[in-house]
């Protein structure tokens, strides 16, 4: 887009639109592939927090969405190779969509595979001379970024409770170990019908996001549209009291009991949800 339209804001955030405008599209066909209302869709598209940090503050996850969704669909009907060459170009975008990894593996013949590798090393090429400088970047964003935080300012908490000399090592090595189970395992449970990537794909996404030590309001919404899709109202509910997170501008002090507030609410949405749907299955296996 720079070299479109140098320095343009304008281009830029249209940019943006209409790949968020290409993720409703994509949801819309998800709904219609499993067999769901087409109204889910607004869980995404008229969600406050979309609207403000793509159409309003221009985040490249826009385009990583978009890209990786489009690949889930791809995987979804079954076409291997646009699944795994869409997926290396959501990763190129942003390397949040990499979590995806392990389930389009385990989806797609090994023979296929090359089509991921070879995207990925030619989208990269450009990128060579600066792969110190980009690890170098994504190290120190690993060991000091931390803000919004739950499951990670939780272990921290625990582990300076017990004692140990220095508890954001231990908070960063848990919530990362943790983050690598739920990529590597999950996918382990997947199967080949679309529900049940959609629902696996979703878990891994919302995991990754939650053990993170910066949870960003925009990460949560790598997981919205599958949320929408799959009808997981608990984390369209964590999308809008994220918005607590932004007191900070306030006066710059992140607080501790907007945290509680943030993720004890999503703690209790996410229980009832489990339990309600947990009871409808019981209630129709019963029934049947």
């Not at 826009?62 to 190779?81: C, D, E, H, I, S």
């Not at 797609?108 to 090393?121: E, I």
Request: with cysteine.
């Amino acid at each position: 887009t720079n070299r479109l339209a140098p320095a343009s804001v304008f281009v830029w955030k249209l940019l943006i639109v209409l790949a968020d405008l290409g993720t409703c599209w994509v949801v819309l066909s998800l709904l219609a592939a499993v067999g769901r209302e087409r109204a889910y869709v607004l869980l995404y598209a008229w969600n406050p927090l979309v609207i403000k940090e793509f159409s309003g503050s221009g985040h490249i996850d826009a385009v990583m969405v978009f890209l990786m969704m489009l690949a889930v669909l791809f995987l979804v009907r079954k076409r291997q190779v646009a699944a795994l060459g869409t997926l290396a170009l959501s990763i190129l975008s942003k390397i949040g969509s990499a979590a995806l990894g392990v389930v389009f593996l385990r989806q797609t013949r090994p023979v296929l595979w090359v089509v991921l590798l070879g995207v990925l090393a030619l989208g990269s090429l450009p990128f060579v001379g600066g792969l110190t400088e980009l690890s170098n970047g994504l190290g120190a964003y690993g060991r000091e970024w931390t803000f919004n935080s739950g499951p990670w300012a939780a272990v921290h908490w625990l582990a300076k409770v017990a004692g140990t000399s220095d508890p954001a090592t231990w908070a960063h090595w848990t919530t990362k170990l943790l983050s690598l189970l739920a990529i590597v395992v999950l996918p382990l449970l997947s199967r080949r019908s679309g529900d049940n990537i959609l629902w696996i794909s979703f878990l891994i996404l919302a995991a990754v996001v939650m053990l993170n030590p910066a949870v960003m309001p925009w990460y949560l919404l790598w997981a919205l549209p599958l949320a929408a899709v799959v009808g997981c109202l608990s984390w369209v509910g964590l999308t809008g009291l994220s918005l607590l997170s932004y007191l900070i501008y306030v006066d710059g002090i992140e607080r501790v009991w907007w945290l509680w507030v943030e993720y004890g609410l999503f703690a209790i949405l996410a229980t009832f949800e489990w339990i309600r749907t947990r009871s409808a299955r019981m209630t129709s296996t019963f029934t049947l």
